[in-house]
């Protein structure tokens, strides 16, 4: 590894350890040459997924975008940043371990409908109502009647 303040390619790890829930491992450095402390991480590189839109478009796996229509579906509803970045996270570790490469966008709309579900009804039937395009009321209506038959 390259020391940030001479460029000596002569270092030694003093420590590592386990960061990110295990996702990756951090060692504290130090170069031979300059004495100088600094930290690297390393993670394993995973290929990121693509998602087959509607259309037939292929476009990157986007957890933001993911996130921000997850947040649209629960605004002013009592559910927490956290519940829903957990969310998120749950919806694309699942991805990840089932598709290698391309997801269809039914794939993630139907999992994250399942999960909000669990979590907050009414965030559910508008993160559905989007979803699955609703043209009018008696759609959004039938959605509603089918939650209360499922209690």
Do not use: W
Request: proline share 2%; glycine share 8%.
């Amino acid at each position: 590894m390259r020391c940030p303040k001479c460029s000596s390619m002569d270092d030694k790890v003093i420590d590592s350890r386990s960061a990110r829930n295990g996702a990756s491992i951090r060692r504290r450095r130090v170069c031979q040459a300059c004495g100088h402390r600094f930290t690297t991480y390393e993670e394993v590189v995973k290929t990121s997924l693509r998602v087959i839109k509607r259309d037939g478009r292929h476009e990157e796996l986007d957890r933001t975008k993911m996130l921000g229509g997850v947040l649209r579906a629960c605004e002013k509803r009592p559910i927490g940043v956290q519940d829903i970045e957990a969310l998120v996270d749950g919806v694309i570790g699942e991805l990840e371990a089932e598709y290698e490469r391309e997801v269809p966008s039914v794939a993630i709309g139907k999992k994250i409908m399942d999960r909000l579900e669990k979590l907050d009804e009414v965030a559910y039937v508008r993160f559905a109502s989007v979803y699955r395009r609703f043209r009018d009321v008696s759609q959004f209506l039938s959605e509603v009647e089918g939650l209360i038959g499922r209690e």
